[in-house]
């Protein structure tokens, strides 16, 4: 997948006007809120665990009923965003390949057929006929993605776009998107914005979205569904 910034850096984005940056408040309320959104990750990708089971697992109890890879995802995910959070209070978080496989070697332990490295062979994506690119384009492919990434010129937008970069790209095995979910929050965490939650109750409507853009719909037309859904979540914080 190619990224053009100029086409994305076109986009109307005065729906984005009212966020102002405020790192400091956005990273307590993404820790704060740390639970909702792991179980909303985690049920996007089928995970038959309710809130409160996932509350539950976290707080160090065990939770009987489900299989065992259900509870490692939310293990999973709950020591990637521990590990994100990290990153950002330390100023560490960057967009780059390394930061990536350590978010993907937490997301992924134990559940994909590697962790924390690009996959070596060449993957599907169940629902589309679309093809990821061949294992051996990757670390091209990612390369020359971010540095038209890097050229986007609104925070939020570029942190959209990675999302959706990472998840067609499909640089791993399995977790791309709760690796891609988490870098496109890095962004915006590093920036001063307020998380993307994508939220489970949403999950047909946006399957609908990233199937089209899979099968070769305008990354524009997925770009303004996702900004349209952020502002809806987040307006919310703000006065003006």
Known sequence: MQLDSDKINKINFNILECFTP?????VFLA?????????????????????PEVQTLLEGVTVGGHKLSDEQQILNQNDSVNLLL???????FKINKLTLLKL?????????????????ANVRIGGTEYLPPKSSELDKIFNEGIKELKKITHPII??????????KCQFFYDGNKRTSRLMMN???????????????????EFNKQMLEFYDGGDIVKCLQYLIVYYHQQNNYLFDN
């Not at 820790?31 to 809130?51: C, H, Q, V």
């Not at 307020?194 to 489970?200: C, E, H, R, S």
């Open 22 to 26: 405020n790192k400091e408040l956005f």
């Open 86 to 92: 990290e990153m950002i209070k330390k100023e560490e």
């Open 104 to 120: 993907h070697e937490k997301v992924a332990f134990k559940e994909a057929l590697s962790w924390g490295v690009f996959r070596n």
């Open 186 to 204: 890095g962004i915006l965490l590093k920036n001063g914005y307020p998380i993307l939650n994508i939220k489970v109750k949403d999950k047909l």
């Open 31 to 51: 820790d704060k809120d740390r639970i909702d959104f792991i179980y909303n990750t985690a049920a996007l990708e089928g995970n038959a665990m309710t809130y």
């Open 158 to 167: 570029r942190a959209i776009t990675y999302f959706l970069f990472g998840a």
